[in-house]
């Protein structure tokens, strides 16, 4: 019944909204999980065995996405620790900075790449976010005129490829290959970059001259000596990835296939043999390579798993969420339900509902890992 499936989600929707509540405070994990228990106990399963079993379930469907998370952080903290993203926006200045509209160009840019190599807009706001706010600001830039800029460009960059834990996250929910929506993204995100900059420009550049001590000083090659190094990990990355996209060739496989063969029987543990997850690892380990990296590897790999944390925490109480939806017949009512709706009337429906829970948790994991399972096999049947 129908019933099985509202009275969690309207538990977790006011769980998050209470923010009061004794210690559950919106805590997005705890309400995660204290709804994953009571669709459990609703569903008719009261042995707390069979609460870890769908708990394991959970985890083992997230596998590679909470892989993604870690090893994409401790990647992302060595990019920082080679100032790649620092040479990227220099690179780009160079070429594109000789006008206050130019500048506004640029940052857009620099937060699209720095997205889509780390997979998270809040991460690559707050990289670059931090070397552009001084710089919009002697644009006469207004403050939301800032904020605008920096959320748009990272929204941009988190979507498209290679690191992009919405597409990714989004193809395994619904069960298709993440080459072919990532194709389609470096379409769309390439047409609306260009779009989102133009409006940003328009709406809130208000200065024809550049101010002299943001006018780059030197040609591209001038600024960027010594610099070109850094991005030997990011080259390698993105190289594997468009091996595999365009020609199918898998290096990792063509490496050390039978030990990834291997690791992809193992429950949970299988995550880590995700072709994308395997590219990031050894991404990681070339970065490894330099000498700033290495020196500081310890300090790198430990800030890069604190910063995953928040995202895991939040995996860890999904997973058991969707583990309970599965174990207790709430996928199967959802579908019942489904059946005798229209397709358009199930999207609409479907997208209304991913965007509240996005809203209310501040997280685009959360909303698709709720709803795109609640979803998937209506939408299967009815296309």
Known sequence: MMITVIVPIGLLIALILLKKLPYIKGNVMICLMITGFVALL?????????????WI????????????GLFGSIYAETQTELKTLDSVLTLLRSVFGKSPRGIVWVTVI??????????DAVASATVIGILVIKVLDDLDIPPEGIVATITAGAMMGSIMPPITQAIFLSSALVGVDTSVPCNYTYITIG????????????HFVKIDRLPDHLIPKGTPSELMKGKW????????LIMLVLLDAIWKINVVNILI?????????????????NYIVTYLIFATIISFFYKNVRMNGLRVIKKGVINAIPGLRVFMGSALLLGAFYSAGQIQAVNNFATNLSPNALKVG??????VIGTLTGSQSTAQIQYFHGLRLPWSMQE
């Open 257 to 273: 296939g039978p030990f990834i063969k291997w690791l992809s029987g193992i429950v949970i543990l299988k995550g880590i043999a």
């Open 229 to 236: 190094l850094t991005f030997i990990p990011l080259v390698w």
């Open 42 to 54: 609703m569903g008719g399963m009261y042995n707390p065995i069979d609460w870890f079993k769908a």
């Open 350 to 355: 479907g997208a209304l509902a991913i965007i």
């Open 191 to 202: 047409i609306a970059i260009p779009m989102i900059s133009y409006y940003l420009c328009r």
């Open 57 to 68: 379930l959970g985890l083992d469907k997230l596998a590679w996405i909470i892989a993604l």
């Open 110 to 119: 620099a937060l699209s790449i720095a997205g889509s190599l780390l997979g």
